[in-house]
């Protein structure tokens, strides 16, 4: 039988979070968001790290009434919201909502996110996410067809054709109804990490969904906190430099035609270095979880171009 609420009603949403690792911040940062929120269900989706962890996750969910899913293995991000939506729907939920680990939002602010999909259940919404400082982490986001790159949409120069750009939204902090989940088909997982939110975002709009960010809500974003790896100041983590450099590769082959995977595929060494410098440049001094990473990923992202020609 699914879960009910406390009115004997199936729940309306339920809020995704995939944890690998770090059952601190999801029990501190879900159960903030879930705070007296009675018709939305938590969903921790565990890609096994190691038994100490899976054991802290399984006494966390029992503990806070939370539905637990244990995976075998680190299946990555998209595959385990995938996990989590197939659990959560067995509850009768309407919509979903995914949560980065790291991630947390005021209970009214969750609930009125939910509530839009509920309006709109053609909507992919994302609420403005941003850092504990208040500034701003992930807004509506455009990615340029005509070379892979990427910038936020409120900079989006006036004389660039609305069909030159592709808008897309974090998946730090999105939701969807369940309709339109199937509808778009869901996360694909041959993303593991990053760029799936970008895939999704596409695979909505080609099944007539739309996209957006409400920025009267928020949600807030602790940056790095599930990954570890930080040098002097932005350096990010070598899974961070390899997944976001193939996994364009990898958008490109899903999504576009060969002339313009030939345009991304010339432009691929200007934009892995500008993956690069978002961790600045004093992290080159670890070339090998820096240069190394981009390299490979470069390398394998080429093997992603080839077997899909």
């Known amino acids: 039988m699914g879960e ?22 999801v029990e501190a940062n879900l159960a903030r968001t879930l705070a007296g929120v009675g018709d939305t269900i938590g969903v921790v989706v565990d890609n096994f790290s190691d038994a100490a962890e899976r054991a802290a996750i399984d006494e966390l969910c029992r503990r806070r009434g939370w539905l637990s899913v244990l995976s075998d293995a680190n299946e990555g991000f998209g595959a385990g919201v995938r996990r989590g939506v197939e659990a959560a ?18 209970p009214a602010d969750l609930q009125a996110l939910v509530a839009h999909t509920i309006r709109d259940p053609r909507v992919l919404v994302a609420p403005l996410v941003v850092r504990p400082d208040g500034t701003v982490f992930a807004d509506l986001q455009d990615l340029y067809l005509a070379d892979g790159t990427m910038r936020a949409s409120r900079a989006r120069p006036a004389d660039v054709p609305a069909d030159a750009v592709m808008t897309w939204v974090s998946g730090a902090c999105a939701a969807l109804s369940v309709e339109l989940w199937d509808a778009s088909g869901g996360f694909d997982d041959d993303y593991f990490l ?25 949600a807030t974003h602790d940056e790095g906190g599930t990954h570890g790896f930080s040098t002097a100041g932005r350096a990010k983590s070598p899974i961070y430099y390899y997944y976001n450099v193939r996994n364009r590769y990898l958008f490109a082959a899903k999504h576009l035609d060969e002339d313009s995977r030939r345009r991304w595929r010339r432009s691929a060494r200007r934009v892995a270095r500008s993956v690069l410098l978002q961790g600045g440049r004093a992290q080159f001094v670890h070339p090998a979880r820096t240069v190394l990473p981009a390299w490979r990923a470069l390398r394998d992202g080429r093997r992603w171009r080839q077997e899909s020609t």
């Open 89 to 106: 729907r067995g509850t009768g939920v309407r919509s979903i909502v995914m949560l980065n680990p790291d991630a947390w939002m005021d």
């Open 194 to 218: 990053y760029w799936e939110d970008v895939d999704l975002s596409a695979r909505v709009w080609a099944a007539g969904g739309t996209v957006e960010v409400d920025r009267t809500l928020r």
């Open 4 to 25: 009910r609420t406390e009115s004997g009603e199936p729940p309306r949403a339920a809020v995704v979070v995939v944890n690998y690792g770090s059952h601190g911040l």
